[in-house]
Structure formats: C-alpha cells, structure tokens
C-alpha cells in the first residue's frame, strides 16, 4: 500500500519560532510537493521538486523553503513562523502511469500564536 | 495562468440517488485533470483522472466528463452513498509544467438518508 507519512498531524508553535514539517515517501517517486489549504481557497501550492537537491517556487512560496536531501524526504521550512501561517500543510509526491496522480499525506494541522 | 474552479460549495443528495459534481477551467491548453476525494481530517485521495484527448473516462460508481469546448469537467457518482460524503476537488495541469496541479476551491456533497 503506497504511503505518503508526514512528521505530525497536528502543531502548535510561537510567532518567531523556525518550524520545520516533515514528509516521507516510499513509493520511490521523483515528484514530491507541499501545500496549504484554507477555508475557501482550496489547496495553494507552496513548493514543489522534481528530483533531489531541485526545488520549484509554486504559487505563494513566500515565508516558506524547503530541503531535499534525499528522493523520499521533503520537508517544509518556515524560517520565522507567522499567525497568518496557521493552516493545514498537505504533502503530495507523484511518478505514476502518467506521472501525474498525486498521493497525498494525512496532514498537519500547524498553529502558530 | 490555469484557474480550476468549481460551481456549487455544497450539494446534498439523497441516498441512492447520482450525484453531478462541476468543475470549470479556464486555460485551454490544459493536459490532465483529476477528481480527488477528501474526507474529514484526512488527505485529498484520488478517485479518477481524464486526458485532454478523451471524453469520457468511467471508474467504479464514477464517470467524469470533458467538454473542451465549454471547458467544463463533471465528476458523475452513480447510487450516491453516505461513505461518498466528502469535499470533492478537481484540479488540472496545464501543458507545459510537468506535475504541477492546480486545484479548484472544492465542493461539498452531503449525503441525505
């Protein structure tokens, strides 16, 4: 059964404070990615990579880095946490028949006061 | 830039009943779409995907449609279920940037006993 784990389901962390989420997969796919999903804005991509040590800026990377080190691990950064940061962060990898289905991680639920 | 949007925020239907989930799009060069599934609390998963060459494309209870002309993409679900209760969201790639998807805002389906 494929998997895509991430590091905690739910977070709470201090305005300021480095926060980093973790994700796994082991599916053996080229393709991971980071997102975060509001009320009414759907899923908005943070980041994305397309292989190791390569990262894309998606849609509103802006607060946000991300590391990958090696092909199953992707972690998200985010340098100096902000209350507007608090939502839900999904993490995604493909490499499928066509490349493009997505597998997607429970989520965490990050708050930041 | 692709803008994927869905028509209705909520659709309650009756048990037993099909279910019609919309989705519009606005980049005619889109190469892929994707329905996904997301219950409470956990990560969007993928119930079925279409090509921009094909039409139509049929999965278990499920069929989606592609109209390239109106740019309008349906998710069908035959005999509606209480386990289908969930946020659906269609999202698209358009051409030219690999895996990268973009997600419309979501709808969600109740399902009435």
């Known amino acids: 059964d494929v998997k895509v784990t991430q590091s905690s ?5 201090r305005t300021g404070e480095k926060v980093f ?3 796994v997969q082991d599916m053996d796919h080229e393709n991971m990615f980071w997102y975060r999903q509001d009320p009414g804005l759907g899923l908005r991509l943070i980041y994305f990579s397309y292989d190791v040590k390569m990262k894309e800026k998606g849609d509103i990377p ?3 880095s991300v590391s990958r080190e090696k092909k199953e691990r992707f972690s998200l950064i985010l340098e100096s946490a902000s209350t507007n940061q608090t939502s ?3 993490c995604a990898s493909s490499g499928g028949e066509w490349g493009n289905e997505q597998f997607f991680g429970p989520g965490t639920r990050l708050t930041v006061l | 830039g692709e803008s994927v949007g869905l028509h209705l925020p909520t659709l309650s239907v009756q048990e037993g009943d099909n279910s019609i989930i919309n989705c519009a799009y606005s980049n005619s060069a889109s190469d892929y779409f994707i329905w996904y599934k997301q219950e409470s609390g956990k990560g969007p998963q ?5 090509r921009s060459n094909m039409d139509k494309r049929q999965g278990q209870r499920v069929t989606v449609l592609l109209n390239k002309t109106v740019k309008h993409l349906s998710l069908q679900i035959a005999a509606t279920q209480p ?8 999202a698209g790639i358009p051409t030219g940037t690999a895996s990268k ?10 399902v009435t006993l």
Request: net charge negative; aromatic share 18%; hydrophobic share 40%.
């Open chain 1, 21 to 23: 989420l973790e994700c």
């Open chain 2, 46 to 50: 993928f119930i079925i995907d279409i």
């Open chain 1, 88 to 90: 839900m962060y999904l």
């Open chain 1, 9 to 13: 389901r739910y977070l709470v962390k």
């Open chain 1, 62 to 64: 802006e607060g946000y």
């Open chain 2, 83 to 90: 386990g289908d209760s969930a946020v659906y969201f269609c």
């Open chain 2, 101 to 110: 998807l973009t997600f419309g805002t979501g709808t969600r389906l109740q």
